[in-house]
């Protein structure tokens, strides 16, 4: 089998307890492919081995490896020799060790009640001492260093995702829908945004047969007086917290907008707000659940008169 392209590699090793898993869930939901504790002697054969199945062919995804003392084979020079190995071969491997406290350690250890993985049979400080000396090679040799003494593990995943992000790739994936409060609500949404307030095309003949999208329905809808206003706030709603869900590491976020069959109001609502977000550099997709269903009175409620 060939060698497949140089990767970009990053070992995440330290102190058990420190936050290595913390730091491996944020990587793979940044979208880096994420191994933990593979045998150090399956590492060639891993970098050997094509992409899975609904991966790019020519997958570039950089690898983050999970090393602890725990690891089978662990030996702290023997992984120094190979990360230089990795290196010579043209990978370009980095190493982040995770430091913390002992006294910040045996805290967390008392307060989830878990024994330490080197100390099983005695007090956790035994084995984190330990644990220090094995690791002390990989530390000296660690080009990054993050000490998680004080942090919680939100506060150690953000420095994760604003450190080692994919640019267009580990961004949230944002998408605008529209739906029919009819037919129930949509089980994916996040915000959902009623616009039965919005006067009703439905009850007007020459509109029912149409859609948000055509632009005389359109222009019925964005008549109403509370139109402008509302929209204004949704906008800057919506603008205000997109770019917080994005700095928290939501990986997904479907904004919904909603009226009563699904086909009008809501579908130009989602169109337009779409428009906008766009504007504003937002990438997403717009999806309308409900526009292809076909109008039924029964469904719309007794028209109301403005």
């Known amino acids: 089998m060939s060698r497949r392209a140089p ?15 913390t730091v491996l869930r944020t990587l793979e939901d940044l979208g880096w492919e994420v191994v933990d ?27 983050a490896i999970g090393i602890s ?37 045996e805290r967390r250890y008392s307060e989830t009640r878990r024994r330490h993985p080197l100390a099983q049979d005695r007090p956790a400080s035994d084995g984190i001492a330990r644990e220090r000396e094995l690791l002390n090679p990989l530390k000296r040799w660690s080009n990054r260093l993050l000490d998680t003494t ?44 009623d616009m039965r307030f919005l006067r009703n095309p439905h009850w007007v ?22 139109y402008g206003q509302a929209m204004a706030q949704i906008e800057g709603l919506l603008l205000l917290l997109l770019p917080r869900y994005q700095a928290e590491g939501k990986a997904y976020v479907t904004v919904a907008f909603g009226c009563t069959g699904g086909r009008h109001r809501s579908v130009h609502v989602a169109e337009r707000m779409a428009r906008r977000l766009r504007e504003e550099g ?3 997709t717009v999806t309308h659940r409900d ?14 008169t403005i």
């Not at 526009?291 to 109301?304: I, M």
Request: glycine share 10%.
């Open 150 to 193: 004080t942090l919680t593990a939100n506060d150690l995943a953000q420095q994760i995702r604003s450190s080692f992000a994919i640019p267009h790739v580990s961004g949230t994936v944002l998408t605008i829908a529209s739906f029919g409060f009819a037919r129930g609500l949509p089980r994916d949404a996040d915000l959902v945004f």
């Open 205 to 226: 003949d020459t509109l029912r047969p149409g859609t948000g999208r055509d632009a005389d329905v359109s222009a019925y809808i964005a008549d109403d007086p509370a």
């Open 37 to 63: 504790n593979l045998p150090l002697l399956l590492l060639n054969r891993l970098l050997d081995t094509p992409p899975g199945e609904g991966a790019d062919g020519d997958d570039q995804r950089p690898l």
């Open 282 to 284: 937002f990438s997403l």
């Open 7 to 21: 990767k970009n590699i990053l070992l995440v090793t330290g102190m058990s307890g420190a936050g290595k898993s």
């Open 69 to 105: 003392t725990q690891t089978r084979g662990f030996d702290a020079e023997s992984i120094v020799r190979r990360i230089k190995k990795l290196s010579e071969d043209g990978h370009h491997v980095g190493t982040l060790f995770l430091e913390c406290a002992g006294a910040e350690l």
């Open 291 to 304: 526009l292809q269903t076909a109008p039924q009175d029964s469904l719309e409620g007794a028209p109301v």
